[in-house]
């Protein structure tokens, strides 16, 4: 794993250490790989392996650099490994380097993927215009506070009318901004994102296809996202508004 010696970090072993994990990324097999796992599930070396389309041999040693850089996790159960991603502060390297990619070199508008940028996932929380639309109304109404890196009073207890208990047990930050690489705006990562996101889907107002990171909303998901949040989402099936 790439981490600094204590004994030894001076300013060359920290270019050492970026270099190193920039280098794992660069690959194309790798950063498909990374891409996949942004949908928060672990995937198995082989099915890691179709998604890059290489040789699950390849796929093995790609996995083994991801692992010693510090990139993805490797779970045992039973016979099976399964991968993903090592946490929070990963899937934003990778959602920043989306970002950075999809700035406009000829042209000032960005065009990212229709089917991502409405909803899709950013790792465990939601991303999108969607999500944004959903941080904006939660700051304009005193959801969470201007920084974004707290719920309120007020917050909490809109939380819990929809039906989301903190886990006050829990080490992770309730919540904070994360900036969306298609829109340049902020949505709500954290603790309280998870738990939105989450609270979306079992509700059935947000539809995942395993392995796809873009997000359907349904007919009641219409309904609810208009009510709780004042957000008109296209009917399904429909291309984003821009």
Same mark, same amino acid.
């Given at each position: 794993m790439t981490w600094l010696n204590p004994q030894d970090n001076d300013d060359s072993a920290l270019q050492r250490a970026m270099s190193s994990v920039a280098s794992a990324v660069a690959d194309p097999s790798r950063l498909s790989m990374l891409c996949a796992l942004m949908d928060g599930r672990a995937w198995t070396a082989t099915e890691l392996?179709?998604?890059?389309?290489?040789? %699950?041999?390849?796929?093995?040693?790609?996995?083994?650099?991801?692992?010693?850089?510090g990139l993805v996790l490797c779970l045992s159960q039973g016979r099976h490994r399964y991968y993903r991603l090592a946490g929070q502060e990963i899937a934003s390297l990778v959602e920043n380097l989306m970002g950075v990619a999809m700035q406009p070199r000829l042209s000032p508008r960005t065009r990212p993927p229709v089917h991502l940028?409405?909803?899709?996932?950013?790792?465990?929380? #939601?991303?999108?215009e969607l999500a944004v639309g959903i941080?904006?109304?939660? #700051?304009n109404?005193? &959801?969470?506070s201007e920084e974004g890196d707290a719920l309120t009073s007020r917050g909490r207890e809109q939380f819990l009318r929809l039906g989301i208990h903190p886990d006050t047990s829990s080490r992770r930050k @309730?919540?904070? %901004?994360? #900036?969306? &690489?298609?829109?340049?705006?902020?949505?709500? @990562?954290?603790?309280?994102?998870?738990?939105?996101?989450?609270?979306f889907i079992d509700k059935g107002w947000l539809q995942n296809t395993a392995g796809y990171r873009h997000l359907m909303v349904t007919t009641s998901g219409r309904t609810a996202f208009k009510r709780l949040f004042a957000i008109d989402p296209p009917a399904p099936g429909a291309e984003p508004r821009r």
């Open positions: 392996s179709m998604v890059a389309e290489i040789a %699950p041999s390849t796929a093995s040693g790609h996995l083994t650099r991801l692992l010693n850089d940028r409405y909803a899709r996932t950013c790792y465990d929380h #939601l991303a999108g941080y904006a109304f939660m #700051l109404h005193g &959801w969470i @309730a919540c904070c %901004p994360c #900036l969306d &690489w298609s829109e340049r705006r902020f949505h709500l @990562a954290g603790a309280a994102g998870a738990a939105l996101l989450r609270l």
